[in-house]
């Protein structure tokens, strides 16, 4: 039994090594980018996203949270603008700061995560002039440091597959949201 016991724990002890050597290859930043094209320019996209108090009619952590807890500060839109937000376990809670805002080409904004996991972010959205006419391609960016425990979370888990399903779903929003 003794024999059984040290080569379970000699085993654990291999796989927790190779665990964090793996961990410790993933890189100290990510970049997380999806884009979509939006036949509508960018003046009628970029108010949504500039002001806070819009981004409850395209934002895809609407519907993982109906009840989340919104507390917003600083300016109405744009520089300044501040939102607060605290949630269930499938939101987390955060604030998030716009930092920039060039209308109507880029929005900047700092994102700092409390819950599950803290983390301090930056998202910027680009607005780029299609070909045709009147339509726009807005790229959402999240990007920022990883963590140790965050490059150990890495090793199990797709980060660009996680946050991305939530930017598709966002972008896809938007579109709908300023194409009718």
């Not at 599950?116 to 959402?140: K, Q, S």
């Amino acid at each position: 039994m003794l024999e059984l016991i040290t080569i379970v724990a000699i085993a654990l002890a291999i796989a927790i090594v190779i665990v964090l050597i793996l961990a410790s290859t993933k890189p100290a930043t990510f970049s997380v980018q999806r884009s979509a094209v939006m036949q509508a320019p960018a003046e009628a996209i970029f108010p949504l996203i500039n002001n806070f108090h819009q981004w409850a009619k395209w934002s895809p952590w609407e519907n993982k949270d109906p009840a989340m807890k919104r507390d917003y500060s600083g300016a109405e839109s744009g520089k300044g603008a501040v939102c607060a937000w605290d949630g269930n376990k499938n939101i987390g809670s955060g604030r998030m700061e716009i930092l920039d805002a060039s209308s109507p080409s880029r929005i900047t904004i700092k994102l700092d995560f409390f819950k599950p996991f803290e983390g301090h972010n930056t998202a910027e959205f680009t607005f780029l002039p299609e070909r045709e006419a009147a339509a726009t391609n807005v790229i959402w960016v999240m990007q920022g440091p990883s963590s140790f425990m965050s490059k150990v979370m890495q090793v199990f888990m797709d980060l660009d597959k996680m946050i991305a399903r939530d930017f598709e779903a966002g972008l896809a929003n938007l579109k709908t949201l300023t194409e009718k």
